[in-house]
């Protein structure tokens, strides 16, 4: 197996994982995401251990594992070798160092997070902060992306409830893009950008979708589809990982609840949800605050959006919102 | 009708259009692409010009119209009212004044832009210049994109052959920070970084897929996914809208050839086309360097790529430019 390269695009900024070894041939492709495959062939169910890489983690009870955290079969980067950056005339390339790892929710195969009790939910949430606490400590890694696939409009290719991690030895440029605008915002103003924001929503309401004592589900004021929608915690914190074991029941609650509703409203759409919290290595920060993103897949992207990075959306946030609030 | 307004994301700083018109209620959503349609049906086809808005340009000869630039249909953005930028709070929103036109590039009902001789796409790519030189005079238009989807998973819901043009009142973010990048490059060092682009990957060649007098086609050295292709112009120009007449000929010939080698590799898949070029009321740029980028749509847009701006991709750049060069 070749080692993946990073490369970033001179003009974008954007990083590419070059990852050759997922495909034999340059013919080699995925014409379209597979489909679920039977529930008995599912290498996430008990019994079928020995289709996974070694656990890396694991909680357990009396009856067996109740969550396990293995790499992934076909990580998209290694953790072997040494982070090596080079230069290519005026292109960057690094090695492809870092960590890809899947985290199985339950040991029932259940597709959905919402299936799971919120003292489950609770337990991957903890898992989530456990993983970049430990994570974190190889100096190599320098982001830590927490994800969920869902359908195969969303990229999934397992339905076995489950989510992903992927360590990057390189801050992504849309996180890197929103710590600069938090960053700028803060010399300005002095403020985090989404302490405002959180400000801002809960004293209109219109976009709440649904709030706890110290978290708000809110349809972004840009929502880029229809339906997105942030958890964004009431209090400044700019690390996922530093969030404290006592509130993970609390946010369980409010993703279970946001999350039931979205598939109520839409009829179980495929969806990405995704972390956005500060880099692994940074010391705590003012101007940035985690958030969870919640991105039903409805609609597909199109020329426009890719090319410019400009959506289009035919439902107004504050639709959506009235809409799950009455759900 | 109500008037779209186009909203800023504060955190992310990309626009979003919410075009709440075209969706009557917030369930009302396209849940899959519509399928095409037959041709008899064809609203681009001849016999069914009332089907369109009322033509804004034509190309025609003794046999009728050879191109038709038609408003689209169903605009996201509305060409009356005035330009209307006003605050909510933290937030920022511009009322939706801009243009949607569709350019149906031919009268038979082919798929393919390939289909058309090398005359033809010239034309195409004429009128192109000419509907940017148009809208130019509207002193609120900021930018013209121009993009063609192909095949349901780029987006197209219809099948004739024909390209979108959106003129908005703002830079779409992934156009600003290129120019951003770019600027840059340049101020360190004195040079515009498309032209360095050039320049490397024709001393090394291993990117290129193909090049003629003043152009080259070439795989990007961090392609997002497999395939993508860059046309680039080896001479310096930041708008397309002032390229020369004389040359358009030979930008369709490298084009048309491109593509075909595209079809042929990935037995006609889906794309995306599309020009990154100055904003409209810029003045010629020293920074900046249109390109169009053809990106074949074979791999789904998975959390990951969507949360960070990451790309996987399977295919390294320089296995495909050498296989679309052995074509």
Not at 242 to 268: C, F, G, Q, S, Y
Request: charge should be negative.
């Amino acid at each position: 197996m070749t080692v993946p390269e990073l490369r970033r695009d001179p003009v974008g900024g954007q990083w590419v994982i070059i990852a050759a070894e997922r495909a034999r041939r340059p013919m080699d492709f995925r014409l379209a995401p597979p489909g679920s495959q039977p529930a008995e062939d599912c290498p996430f169910c008990p019994g079928n251990e020995a289709a996974t890489p070694p656990e890396i983690f694991a909680l357990r009870d009396e009856a067996g594992w109740k969550l396990r955290v293995v790499p992934n079969r076909f990580p998209v980067l290694t953790v072997e070798g040494a982070l090596h950056k080079r230069g290519e005339g005026i292109y960057d390339a690094i090695s492809g160092v870092g960590a890809h790892e899947v985290i199985i929710e339950s040991p029932q195969h259940v597709t959905s997070l919402t299936a799971l009790s919120e003292e489950r939910i609770s337990e991957v949430l903890w898992t989530y902060k456990a993983r970049l606490q430990d994570l974190k400590r190889d100096r190599r890694l320098v982001y830590g992306l927490l994800f969920k696939n869902v359908g195969e409009r969303a990229g999934a290719t397992l339905s076995h409830t489950h989510s992903q991690l992927i360590a990057t030895p390189v801050v992504p440029i849309r996180v890197q893009n929103e710590i600069d605008r938090c960053a700028r915002y803060h010399d300005f103003r002095g403020r985090c950008l989404l302490c405002d924001i959180v400000t801002q929503e809960l004293a209109s309401g219109a976009r709440v979708a649904m709030e706890s004592a110290r978290f708000v589900a809110l349809e972004p004021f840009a929502a880029r589809s229809p339906f997105e929608t942030h958890l964004v915690p009431k209090l400044h914190l700019s690390h996922y990982e530093a969030l404290e074991d006592a509130w993970m029941p609390e946010l369980a609650a409010v993703l279970r609840a946001t999350m039931r509703k979205i598939e109520k409203a839409l009829n179980r759409p495929a969806y990405n949800y995704l972390i956005h919290t500060a880099p692994l290595n940074a010391a705590p920060m003012e101007e940035y605050h985690w958030h969870l993103e919640i991105i039903p897949r409805i609609e597909g992207v199109a020329g426009f959006e890719w090319g410019t990075g400009f959506f289009v959306n035919s439902v107004p946030p504050e639709d959506a919102a009235r809409y799950l609030r009455d759900l």
